[in-house]
């Protein structure tokens, strides 16, 4: 019985050491899962996610790379997908509560220590349903921390800047302040937060066991709730 392909979708990046990460993620995931897998890119760069679906027949489970079921999940990938019949499309990787476990464990690699403030920071979005995912990824991190965390935003309101500035202001101190970026990969976002004046920034998710484990089973559910003999359209499932 052939096995569909597992394309990853990333929002693409021009930061080389972004690229580099999801180039090293695809090839965990490869090592996890009986199945050829690839990469391609929602946005910025090439290839794109239609380009490397045709390159594997059209037969193929993309699972969207992405923390939140925003534009790109419930817009952008299925109009890009719309022609390829035989494509199927897993859910989304966030809000996940394996991504809390990921982002707990790079704040603890990076020197947070058990009572330090924490900011969880995410990129930021205008869509409703992104938002709401954020808030409940920090909810799933706060729980792990034993902490009430409320998400802030690299480009939009609240601002993860504001909210050290607030600390400071209040005779706080911004520097014994750790940032636990809501990121997938290095690249322009998670540049800012390094420049802030704190004293620990943790890095993305990149290919922590937890977002690998993660990925392969979103991959194997989409592919369990629709056969490999299917022939339906494209379908985001229950996004």
């Known amino acids: 019985m052939r096995q ?8 693409g990046t021009r930061d080389r050491q972004g690229l580099r990460l999801l180039e ?6 490869a090592r996890s899962v ?12 090439e290839p794109t996610i239609g380009d490397v679906v045709d390159r594997v027949g059209g037969y193929a489970v993309v699972v969207p790379a992405l ?20 494509v199927v499309v897993a859910d989304a990787l966030g809000p996940a509560p394996e991504l809390g476990v990921a982002m707990r464990d790079r704040l603890s690699e990076a020197g947070s220590g058990p009572g330090e403030s924490v900011v969880f920071s995410a990129a ?3 869509d409703a349903q992104a938002l709401a995912d954020v808030r409940t990824a920090a909810e799933h991190l706060g729980s792990l921390l034993g902490r009430a965390l409320n998400p802030t935003y690299v480009t939009t309101e609240p601002r993860t800047r504001d909210r050290l500035s607030a600390a400071a202001g209040a005779g706080g101190n911004p520097g014994g ?3 636990a970026p809501y990121l997938l990969a290095p690249g322009l976002f998670h540049q800012r937060l390094r420049d802030l ?3 620990v920034v943790a890095e993305p998710l990149g290919d922590h066991p937890a977002v690998i484990d993660l990925i392969v089973r ?17 379908t985001c499932g229950p996004m």
């Open 24 to 29: 090293r993620l695809t090839h965990r995931v």
């Open 4 to 11: 569909r392909a597992l394309v990853l979708a990333a929002h």
């Open 124 to 126: 930021g979005s205008s």
């Open 218 to 234: 979103r991959y194997l559910t989409a592919t369990a709730t629709r056969p490999p003999h299917s022939e339906r359209r494209t």
């Open 177 to 179: 302040v750790a940032i």
């Open 34 to 45: 009986e199945a050829e897998v690839h990469l391609g890119y929602v946005d910025v760069v």
């Open 197 to 199: 004046p704190v004293r």
């Open 67 to 86: 923390l939140a079921r925003g534009y790109h999940v419930r817009t952008d990938l299925p109009s890009q997908l719309f022609s390829h019949e035989r």
